[in-house]
């Protein structure tokens, strides 16, 4: 595979961006100086970070496996590829692989363990317990892509093209690093359009209202030192409660395939704030 193809995700991820990204570039891009680090304090499936690529980045998540996956890629992509190919799609291999005690591993096979798990799982979802267990249940597929080899190397490819940090920190971090110039894209759980609609779980900790006003307050906080922000939503009347006194806020529509509710597929209305 020619070494300008294309990456994408490598994972399945609630919310991922993939749908909005032209309307997201449109954003970004004239914001996005030469010279200016990209933040992304939400990594989740990277569907912008892959599509932009830019040369100086920090990606960061709460969500140490994620974290840690990234790393094994970036770091060693054929060792995953080679443990993700001699995976079988079974349910007994599944449950097993499931219940280990994956976080004493090395990044390598935490990568494709995190990626085995998010291809045959239900619905491509990341769930944990309060314990931080991982507790979805076997995916109804056929054939599922456990592997994806050309898209693993364009990904780690993508992550070794320039100065590219990946940490495991906390959103607020960012007010340590971004400078002047720079441009954070924050991608968090969204504030549910319902209240059956909540899936916040990406952590054990998950992500409350409280979590929300301290995001809207340090995209505040990064506006007023000249740092260019975008955020992402859903519609509801919550967010604009939160943001609209302060930025400029555009609808987008997005079909979502991945949800733990048939009902929250289809094509719906999505915020983007800057």
């Not at 995976?87 to 494709?112: C, M, N, Q, W």
């Not at 076997?138 to 093209?161: E, H, M, Q, V, W």
């Not at 000249?226 to 992402?232: A, D, K, M, P």
Request: include cysteine; charged fraction near 30%; hydrophobic fraction near 35%.
């Amino acid at each position: 595979m020619p070494s300008d193809f294309e990456a994408k995700p490598f994972v399945k991820w609630v919310g991922g961006k993939r749908q909005l990204l032209p309307s997201i570039a449109e954003i970004v891009t004239p914001r996005l100086k030469p010279g200016a680090t990209y933040h992304e304090p939400f990594i989740g499936g990277g569907a912008v970070f892959f599509r932009l690529q830019p040369k100086r980045a920090v990606l960061t998540d709460s969500n140490e496996r994620l974290i840690r996956t990234y790393r094994g890629i970036k770091k060693d992509v054929d060792g995953v590829i080679r443990r993700l190919r001699s995976y079988p799609h079974d349910k007994d291999f599944y449950l097993k692989t499931r219940a280990r005690d994956i976080d004493g591993a090395d990044d390598v096979e935490i990568a494709a363990w995190f990626i085995y798990l998010n291809r045959t799982g239900y619905n491509g979802l990341y769930r944990v317990n309060s314990k931080n267990g991982f507790n979805v249940p076997f995916g109804d597929y056929k054939n599922p892509t456990i592997c994806d080899a050309d898209n693993l190397r364009a990904c780690s490819r993508a992550l070794k093209g320039g100065r590219i940090t990946i940490q495991k920190r906390d959103f607020e971090g960012v007010l340590s690093r971004a400078v002047r110039g720079d441009f954070v894209y924050f991608d968090p759980p969204y504030i549910p359009l319902t209240a059956t609609s909540r899936f916040t779980d990406y952590t054990s900790e998950g992500f409350s209202d409280a979590e929300q006003v301290r995001l809207r307050d340090v995209a505040l906080e990064l506006k007023k030192r000249g740092v260019s922000v975008l955020l992402s939503n859903s519609s509801a009347p919550r967010v604009y409660d939160l943001y609209g006194d302060h930025f400029q806020i555009q609808e987008a529509l997005a079909r979502r395939s991945v949800n733990c509710n048939p009902n929250g597929r289809g094509r719906i209305p999505e915020l983007l704030i800057y």
